[in-house]
């Protein structure tokens, strides 16, 4: 920040704002200005369950379909979709194992779409469309 003109913009863009980011905003920023879309509060939607489980990564391409058989099970018994398909989000940390996975999911039957940095904003908005 030293290294920076005086005379400047700076824009900060962040999914949350914790406290610690609001503290570094009014350190370095002169009358920062904060623009919210969507609620203020960081709480979490509670029509969704989140299930983590820690699998060895040998263990992942078998676990996955087992969890999936697993939790679409228990979401058709709690909703009384008898017919319906489960929509489940599966969370890879890297561009390449996100397209792996929806490869190794459409080969096993299952309905799957990859979202990740290197489709165009065009090709996200078409999975997950196709997701709802």
Same mark, same amino acid.
Do not use: G, N, S
């Given at each position: 920040i030293s290294q920076?003109?005086?005379? @400047?913009?700076?824009?900060?863009?962040?999914?949350?704002? &914790?406290?610690?980011? @609001?503290?570094?905003?009014?350190?370095?920023?002169?009358? &920062?200005?904060r623009v919210s879309i969507g609620s203020q509060d960081l709480t979490a939607n509670h029509q969704i369950t989140q299930h983590v489980e820690v699998v060895e990564p040998m263990e992942k391409e078998k676990r996955l379909p087992q969890l999936l058989a697993k939790y679409a099970k228990e979401l058709k018994g709690q909703t009384g979709q008898g017919g319906g398909a489960a929509r489940i989000i599966v969370f890879a940390l890297y561009k390449k194992e996100a397209a792996r996975v929806e490869q190794t999911l459409q080969r096993l039957g299952h309905k799957a779409a990859a979202i990740h940095g290197d489709m165009t904003q065009d090709q996200r908005t078409r999975a997950l469309q196709a997701f709802k």
């Open positions: 920076t003109p005086a005379a @400047r913009t700076t824009v900060m863009f962040t999914a949350t704002w &914790p406290q610690e980011i @609001r503290a570094l905003a009014e350190e370095f920023l002169k009358d &920062p200005v």
